[in-house]
């Protein structure tokens, strides 16, 4: 992966960690928490959806949203271990 590459995927993580932590109230981490955790949003999209036979199609905003869906499923697992 080239500087670029981990640049937007930098970026897609912090977005989709940003979008998750308003969807999942009280789920913010804080700029690198949210970046951690859309970067491992991103990893768990990327192994659900081709196993659950998804698509959400090519390019950075089906990046965006995938990573984002998993990021908000992240955040309930975390939610639900808290309180544990």
Same mark, same amino acid.
Request: overall charge positive; charged content about 5%; cysteine-free.
């Given at each position: 992966?080239?500087?670029?590459?981990?640049?937007?995927?930098?970026?897609?993580?912090?977005?989709?960690?940003?979008?998750?932590?308003?969807?999942?109230?009280?789920?913010?981490?804080?700029?690198?928490?949210?970046?951690?955790?859309?970067?491992?949003? /991103?990893?768990?999209?990327?192994?659900?959806?081709? @196993?659950?036979?998804?698509?959400?199609?090519?390019?950075?905003?089906?990046?965006?949203? /995938? /990573?984002?869906?998993? @990021?908000?499923?992240?955040?309930?697992?975390?939610?639900?271990?808290?309180?544990?």
């Amino acid at each position: 992966m080239d500087g670029q590459g981990l640049l937007v995927f930098l970026l897609v993580g912090l977005v989709a960690g940003w979008l998750a932590s308003i969807l999942v109230r009280g789920g913010g981490f804080g700029l690198i928490g949210d970046l951690i955790v859309g970067v491992i949003g /991103a990893f768990i999209a990327g192994y659900l959806f081709p @196993a659950l036979g998804l698509s959400l199609g090519g390019g950075i905003l089906g990046a965006i949203i /995938a /990573a984002t869906i998993g @990021a908000v499923i992240l955040l309930i697992i975390v939610r639900a271990v808290k309180r544990a």
